[in-house]
């Protein structure tokens, strides 16, 4: 069974995803001067299917669990996107996160539309089983939306390549057909990339160094704090560490830990792949989760949850760089008090949009029946991220206005000239 990661305790949810979400859409298609009919086209999602699944679970009683898949667009190739297992997954949530996939899709230049898929559960307290035949009711509720061709499903919170590996098989048996490239994120064996599981963080590691170069931040001089310690997290931080760069703290549902002369991260994974959690690492000081955000660090990776840095304590952000590998990480509101403090924001549809690029790589393997090196996919997957980031800098530059805008506008740009070219109406 592969690790299941752990995810940190919610903080306090200011805004719905959604809205924020809304608020940088609205205001990059007021930059660009998006013309209504195009801005009415983008802004709902082309598809939300809401299902019930009846899963028996292991006392035998039968529990009823909320699926969703929302396809926000599919303008520019099949809809792309993960599958979120946890109790805080609402339809709102869903469509924020499958719009974002759509912009991220679109900043990196890979040829899919944006999607996401949730069930309401909590994956730590279910047993294998549970999650099996859960994820296999699920697959079989949304046979009809995926598709290699369609819709392609990938890990998100609270799933791994084990929940992809039931996805492939339970499709590929409903198909009659071996259908690996129907979902990405899969075990090596069963057609899974070399990459991809860091990918993500890999991601933001290209956009922490292409952010310090703009900032002329040394990697030798500079620290940074690291929050959440799952897929993204963990491997952000080892390959940000890698670069020279102190880890002061890092953090999970258990807490934060805190070491000013920098953290050995290594030791860290080994403790959580030990222990399923940081709970009782002794390799730093016990800090909240709030402290970490607000440490005086240069560098601040937010890669757990949704809304973590708010207008309520963005004022007390000391980080000069932000780069954010979760979905989301930053309301809306929280944009305009850390650009007024010059903080750097390295949004989250850029800085990690390294999972979805090689998850794209996989699913081109697949179809090919081919597969590339790991030397292959990191040194693609990295001049992705590299080019993407140079770009949205450019539009920065040539809006005058933040990377989150910047991105959004370059984002908004490419999917409404497809749309246009395509016909929409
Ligand atoms: N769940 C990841 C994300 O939010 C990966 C999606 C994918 O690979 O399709 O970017």
Redesign the pocket.
């Known amino acids: 069974m592969t690790l299941k990661f752990k995810e940190p305790a919610p903080i306090v949810d200011h805004l719905n995803p959604l809205e924020s979400m809304m608020q940088r859409f609205d205001e990059a298609a007021t930059i660009l001067g998006l013309d209504e009919s195009t801005y009415n086209a983008l802004k709902s999602p082309e598809k939300a299917v809401i299902v019930s699944l009846p899963v028996t679970m292991d006392d035998g009683k039968v529990q009823v669990f909320q699926g969703y898949r929302v396809v926000h667009s599919s303008k520019l190739g099949p809809s792309?996107?993960?599958i979120r297992y946890s109790m805080g997954v609402n339809l709102d949530e869903v469509k924020a996160?499958a719009a974002?996939?759509t912009w991220?899709c679109a900043v990196v230049g890979i040829p899919y539309g944006g999607a996401?898929g949730g069930v309401q559960c909590d994956p730590r307290t279910m047993s294998d089983g549970e999650l099996e035949r859960l994820t296999r009711s699920f697959t079989g509720a949304m046979r009809d939306v995926f598709g290699p061709e369609k819709d392609?499903?990938?890990?998100?919170m609270g799933t791994n390549p084990q929940t992809m590996a039931w996805i492939m098989d339970e499709y590929s048996k409903l198909k009659g057909e071996a259908s690996p490239a129907v979902v990405?994120?899969k075990p090596l064996v069963l057609g899974g990339s070399l990459g991809r599981m860091e990918a993500?963080g890999r991601g933001v590691m290209v956009s922490a160094r292409s952010a310090m170069a703009k900032l002329k931040m040394k990697p030798s001089e500079a620290t940074c704090a690291v929050q959440g310690f799952g897929n993204v997290g963990s491997i952000s931080a080892k390959l940000i560490e890698q670069q020279g760069v102190t880890i002061v703290a890092i953090s999970d549902i258990s807490g934060a830990y805190y070491n000013p002369d920098g953290l050995d991260i290594e030791e860290a994974i080994e403790y959580v792949v030990n222990h399923k959690s940081l709970d009782g690492f002794k390799g730093g000081k016990i800090i909240t989760n709030e402290e970490l955000l607000e440490l005086d660090v240069d560098i601040l990776v937010p890669a757990a949850l949704e809304d973590q840095i708010t207008e309520e304590n963005a004022a007390r952000i000391r980080a000069k760089l932000i780069v954010e590998g979760a979905?989301g990480p930053t309301a809306s509101n929280a944009d305009a008090i850390l650009e007024a403090n010059g903080v750097m924001v390295v949004p989250d549809i850029l800085a990690?949009?390294g999972?979805?690029s090689?998850?794209y790589f996989e699913w081109v393997q697949n179809r090919l029946g081919y597969f590339w090196t790991e030397e292959r996919v990191n040194r693609r997957a990295d001049r992705i991220m590299k080019q993407a980031f140079d770009a949205v800098y450019k539009a920065a530059r040539k809006h005058n206005c933040s990377l989150r805008t910047a991105a959004y506008i370059v984002a908004i740009e490419k999917v409404a000239n497809t749309s246009k070219l395509r016909g929409i109406f």
């Open positions: 792309k996107g993960g996160l974002w996939m991220k996401k392609i499903p990938a890990p998100d990405t994120g993500t979905n990690n949009a999972g979805v090689v998850s």
